[in-house]
């Protein structure tokens, strides 16, 4: 690298100092107390320009650069340089930052920012109207101490970043809102609030005109089903032209009334009217139970088997929770040729128990797989329907288990066979 003229030109200046002090030290004949007195000068010097640039540098804005040639020039010019390059990259910063800002306040869901002990650093608008947040007073107070909320505060303090919370509007019981939790940078915490309370109308009229119909449907049904039977048992009936369409009706008006009921038990789930009080539920009593009613289901019944390997307990609804180990397993068992097995399982993993359904049966195909927990959808719907399948059962399970905060993992290959594990959380368990 070419050294620069600033560099250069300082050179010089000590050479011709030196030259010159030698030269009057040669004249005088004190060469050493010449150079001395020189070298104490050019230092001297320097001193006083470290001491303007250090003085300079404390505030550079207040004086314009002191020295503008040799080394001290090259030295102050560099410096503005950089210092007017740091000062345009944070104006660009704080505009960037402005405009997030402002695009992020005119957003219509709630965003507030969260330092890593869960203090409220920023938030937007639509956090104040929809969390009732206020800027002069809520900034730097923990946001979980905000809320009377104790569905609220518990979601907070869970810091969870894969579960979404629905509920209230703090504050305002007409409206609902859905709250989820991001991480971002070094610990910190974005709190997401969406106003979903339009959603939960339409679910409500949905779920509402559901169970109307179904309930409606049910004493028309139950009349004919009597009469049905009626028929069946009436002496004047008994001709054989007659036998066979009266035993279709009773069986579609059985099939009926199984949808109707389970269609009412999933709009009881839906609406979350349950039982509030937890059994203490014996799950190994449960699946021992299940498997013994279900080898009744096939005459050519696979093999079904228990395989109990924890001692846990399950906090439930223990009619819930039988009702979808009982889907699972005359699923199971539907699918699975006479030679087959069907395994019941009950495990610890760590902090969670599992209880898993596997069979070596057909199993499912793997675009079916994301969307058989779907209301009436069937792989195979004439199948389904021939053996009085609702299409309903795997939708049963889904929210029993979201019910019990716990998770549906599906995992089936054709021709392999199919697993339904059911992860219950810590929370859940007793033992
Ligand atoms: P269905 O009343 O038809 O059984 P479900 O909701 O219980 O309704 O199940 C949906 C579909 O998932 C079934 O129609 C079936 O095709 C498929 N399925 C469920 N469990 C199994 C299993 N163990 N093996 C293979 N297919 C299954």
Redesign the pocket.
């Known amino acids: 690298m070419n050294p620069r003229p600033g560099w250069l030109g300082e050179l010089w200046r000590i050479v011709l100092l030196l030259a010159g002090a030698s030269f009057v030290g040669w004249v005088t004949g004190e060469i050493a107390l010449w150079l001395l007195l020189a070298l104490a000068a050019y230092t001297l010097r320097n001193l006083f320009n470290l001491h303007r640039l250090s003085r300079w540098l404390g505030d550079p804005a207040k004086e314009s650069i002191p020295i503008h040639f040799g080394i001290w020039g090259d030295i102050y010019s560099q410096i503005a340089r950089v210092n007017a390059h740091q000062a345009e990259r944070e104006s660009r910063l704080n505009r960037l930052v402005d405009e997030y800002q402002a695009s992020t306040a005119a957003l219509p869901d709630g965003a507030v920012a969260m330092d890593a002990r869960g203090r409220i650093r920023w938030f937007n608008d639509a956090a104040s109207r929809l969390l009732g947040l206020v800027t002069a007073k809520d900034i730097g107070q923990p946001l979980q101490n905000l809320f009377r909320n104790p569905e609220i505060t518990a979601f907070l303090q869970a810091r969870s970043f894969e579960q979404l919370l629905e509920t209230n509007v703090p504050g305002d019981g007409s409206r609902r809102l859905e709250m989820r939790l991001a991480p971002y940078g070094d610990g910190q915490i974005l709190l997401l609030a969406r106003d979903v309370t339009e959603r939960f109308q339409q679910d409500r009229i949905r779920r509402d005109f559901v169970a109307n119909v179904s309930h409606e449907l049910r004493t028309p049904l139950t009349v004919i089903s009597g009469f049905i039977e009626n028929l069946q048992a009436d002496e004047r009936c008994s001709d054989k032209r007659l036998e066979r369409p009266l035993e279709l009706m009773a069986q579609q008006a059985a099939r009926m009334r199984h949808i109707i009921e389970d269609l009412l038990l999933l709009a009881r789930l839906e609406a979350g009217q349950t039982t509030e009080v937890l059994d203490d539920v014996d799950v190994a009593a449960m699946l021992h139970g299940v498997a013994d009613e279900c080898r009744a289901l096939r005459a050519d019944s696979p093999e079904i088997r228990c395989e109990i390997a924890s001692r846990r307990r399950l906090r439930g609804d223990p009619k819930q929770l039988r009702s979808a180990v009982v ?2 397993v ?3 068992v ?3 040729p006479a030679d087959g097995h ?1 395994t019941l399982m009950w495990r610890d993993e760590r902090q969670e128990s599992v209880l898993e ?1 596997r ?1 070596d ?4 195909a793997p675009e ?1 797989i994301p969307r ?10 004439g ?3 021939e ?11 889904k929210h029993v288990l979201r019910y019990h905060a716990a998770k549906l993992e599906i995992q ?1 290959q054709p021709d392999a ?2 697993r ?1 594990i059911c992860r219950f959380p810590p929370s859940r368990l007793i033992g």
């Open positions: 889907n699972l005359v699923n199971a539907h699918h699975t069907v359904v069979d049966g057909e199993g499912i079916h058989i927990t779907e209301r009436f959808y069937r792989v195979d719907s199948r389904s329907r053996r009085g399948g609702t299409g309903l059962g795997l939708a049963i399970v089936s066979g199919s339904f």
